[in-house]
C-alpha cells in the first residue's frame, strides 16, 4: 500500500486562509480618491498613531521623528498623507515642503504588512514598498514596526477586552490598566 501525504495541519490551515489575497484599487477609483481633501485621512492616520503611542509604540524610540516630516503614499488608492510627530503627539502637516521620509506601498502591501503577513524587509526588497528620502528615519520606521508587539494589541484591544472595559450598570469600575 502506497504512503498518502500528511494532511496539513490545523494550524496552517488557519494560516492559509487568513492570507490577504493579491488585490489593487482600481484606477478610477485611485484617481478619484486623489482628487479628494488628503487632510481627513491624514487626520484619521495622526489619531490611530497617538493610540498607540506610549502603548505599542515607545514615545522614546520614536524621539528622532520630532519635528520631521514624513509621507506615506499609498499607490494605488490616490493617497498621499503628509503627518509629523510633535511635543504632542502626531499631527497632519499640510502637503507643502518636501518630506523627510517618504514610504509608498499598495493598500495590499500596507495590510500586509500591519498583519504580519509581510514584514517591511521582504516588501522593501522586492521594490513593494518604497522608502524615500532620510535612510536613518527610514530605518527606524522599519525597526520600530518589527519590534511592535502586535499579539499584545489584539489582546487589548479585542472586542471582548473593550467590552469588558465599558462600564456597565451593576459593574464595578476598572483601573484603566487593569
Known amino acids: 500500500m502506497s504512503n498518502l501525504p500528511a494532511l496539513p495541519s490545523f494550524a496552517r490551515l488557519q494560516a492559509a486562509a487568513r492570507r490577504l489575497p493579491a488585490f489593487t484599487v482600481p484606477p478610477a477609483l485611485g484617481r478619484l480618491v486623489a482628487r479628494l481633501p488628503q487632510q481627513p485621512p491624514a487626520l484619521a492616520l495622526s489619531l490611530a498613531l497617538n493610540l498607540a503611542l506610549g502603548r505599542i509604540l515607545p514615545r522614546e524610540d ?54 504580519r503577513e509581510e514584514d517591511a524587509d521582504t516588501l522593501f526588497f522586492s521594490r513593494r514598498l518604497i522608502m524615500e528620502g532620510d535612510t536613518d528615519l527610514g530605518l527606524l520606521v ?30 464595578p469600575r476598572r483601573p484603566a490598566g487593569a
Request: charged share 20%.
Open 62 to 115: 520614536l524621539a528622532p521623528l520630532t519635528g520631521r516630516r514624513l509621507r506615506l503614499r499609498v499607490t494605488d488608492a490616490g493617497l498621499t498623507l503628509d503627518f509629523g510627530l510633535g511635543a504632542r503627539g502626531f499631527r497632519p502637516l499640510p502637503a507643502t515642503g518636501t518630506p523627510d521620509l517618504t514610504l509608498s506601498a499598495t493598500v495590499r502591501d500596507y495590510l500586509a504588512l500591519a498583519l
Open 142 to 171: 522599519k525597526n520600530t514596526l518589527d519590534a511592535v508587539d502586535w499579539d499584545a494589541l489584539t489582546t487589548a484591544w479585542s472586542p471582548a477586552a473593550l467590552l469588558a472595559r465599558l462600564p456597565l450598570p451593576g459593574r
